[in-house]
């Protein structure tokens, strides 16, 4: 058998780097058993992805050097891989009227206003949240005649009602059994016609010929109604691997609030991609040798399913930092004079409009925005005072301002603009009854490490909501 392995994003704004590692792990099996690995595009979720996001995926792929045999911009013989473009061909609808015929799903006809309130009533009662089923023993050709004459509805698999589901996934060491009353009756053909992910997976990885699928352990639940709808639908299920989920230090999930997840970042921050592979590679898959520095064609060779990670990897950035060090400092002297530049240049068109006006000469550029490119500041703690103000005051309106910038991040995470970041900082000052003037100056020092800089708000957006964050944080430590 020959093995066929996908990666399948959606392409619902930058890469993440949680992308990056599934690949990675996908493509080291794929050409260690010389098989085929696949990147199939899930937009399902129409009002949340853009063809821009899905060629981001393909360029951070490339830059990674985790080329695919088959995808969107390379072609196939098992396309399109796009599901979007799948749902225009009609792909998906034979399946589900399958099901519909053996009497294994149903519609359902239940409004949004009626789910709501049942949601509102388990919640009440703290009840698990799930559909009561109100539409399952509705008569088929009832059913069928009222979605005949238009009346909005979605398809709903009928999962067993008694027993249990028990399955095993190779990194795990004993069988998983989930009972079937826990699981819910998952919706299929959502009601404007489009599949949900569970019904567009299957078919998908059926039909493109997937023998293993190597993804993340949020899909574990999942495995129940995955392996339900190959059995209905007659086909042989692939095997299912799941790897730990990617971790911040403090063993939480990964996410934007405090760690960059963006692959756009890492490389438009001069990360070599070598050194970013190198790095996943560590956290997923450790070498038999015990070694540090390898490349990609070595992971491949020593690439094996069983030592893959599931007790959550730790993203732990200064782990990288130190990698990215180890082969910035290995390439040769042109390689890493184009490095400079290209890490300069890259920053430029960002800098220019902000410096113009305080430039004499080009090398000004050095230290007007020094900070902008290092690492961290180092504020003097008086500067860190306004007049008038005491240390404690000062550490306090720090504190505050970094719990709203949490707060945001927690409601708004795709928010970092200089407008809403001058709006919520306004806010702020008012919430504190300071001068916005003294607050701004504080953050000011705080993340430029001096009294002047650049206008402070673009100077935010440039830095990115992780480092602000760590700056404010570092200086609020000053202050004690």
Request: proline share 6%; aromatic share 8%; glycine share 6%.
């Amino acid at each position: 058998m020959s093995v066929r392995v996908r990666v399948a994003p959606s392409p619902t704004g930058d890469p993440h780097v949680g992308t990056a590692y599934i690949a990675l792990m996908n493509h080291c099996f794929a050409r260690r058993h010389e098989g085929q690995f696949i990147l199939r595009i899930e937009d399902t979720d129409q009002s949340r992805c853009s063809p821009q996001a899905a060629e981001a995926i393909f360029a951070a792929l490339r830059w990674l050097g985790l080329d695919y045999d088959e995808g969107p911009d390379v072609g196939g013989d098992h396309g399109p891989y796009v599901q979007s473009q799948r749902v225009a061909a009609g792909i998906y609808q034979p399946h589900v009227e399958r099901l519909l015929d053996q009497g294994d799903a149903y519609r359902c006809f239940c409004t949004s206003e009626r789910l709501a309130d049942l949601r509102a009533q388990q919640q009440a009662a703290k009840q698990a949240i799930m559909y009561d089923r109100h539409c399952r023993d509705l008569d088929p050709a009832e059913a069928a005649s009222r979605a005949a004459a238009g009346e909005p509805h979605v398809i709903r698999m009928k999962t067993p009602l008694e027993g249990d589901c028990t399955f095993t996934d190779r990194l795990r060491p004993h069988p998983i059994t989930k009972a079937w009353a826990e699981i819910d009756d998952q919706v299929l053909i959502k009601s404007d016609g489009w599949p949900t992910y569970h019904l567009a997976a299957v078919v998908d990885d059926h039909l493109m010929g997937i023998t293993h699928v190597i993804r993340a352990e949020e899909w574990l639940n999942s495995v129940p109604k995955h392996l339900w709808l190959y059995q209905h639908l007659g086909w042989t299920a692939p095997e299912m691997i799941h790897v730990g989920l990617l971790r911040n230090a403090d063993r939480s999930k990964i996410s934007k609030r405090k760690n960059p997840v963006s692959l756009l970042h890492y490389q438009r921050r001069g990360y070599l991609p070598e050194a970013f592979v190198n790095f996943l590679a560590l956290i997923g898959h450790s070498h038999p040798d015990e070694r540090e520095v390898f490349d990609l064609a070595e992971m491949i060779r020593i690439f094996d399913l069983d030592r893959l990670s599931v007790g959550g990897p730790v993203f732990d950035t200064d782990r990288l930092d130190h990698l990215q060090g180890l082969y910035f400092r290995a390439l040769d002297d042109d390689h890493r004079r184009a490095e400079i530049h290209r890490a300069i240049d890259a920053r430029l068109d960002e800098l220019l409009p902000l410096l113009r006006e305080r430039m004499v000469f080009g090398g000004d550029i050095t230290f007007l925005a020094d900070f902008l490119f290092a690492r961290s500041v180092s504020p003097h703690r008086d500067d860190l005072i306004p007049k008038k103000w005491d240390a404690a005051r000062a550490r306090a309106a720090l504190e505050a301002v970094l719990k709203a910038l949490r707060q945001q991040a927690k409601q708004q995470p795709e928010v970092w603009d200089a407008t809403a970041l001058e709006e919520l900082l306004r806010h702020q000052a008012e919430a504190l009854g300071c001068p916005a003037k003294d607050l701004f100056m504080i953050i000011r020092v705080a993340i430029a490490g001096r009294p002047v800089s650049p206008p402070l708000f673009d100077c935010l957006v440039i830095l990115g909501r992780v480092a602000v964050s760590e700056r404010l944080q570092q200086a609020a430590l000053r202050l004690r």
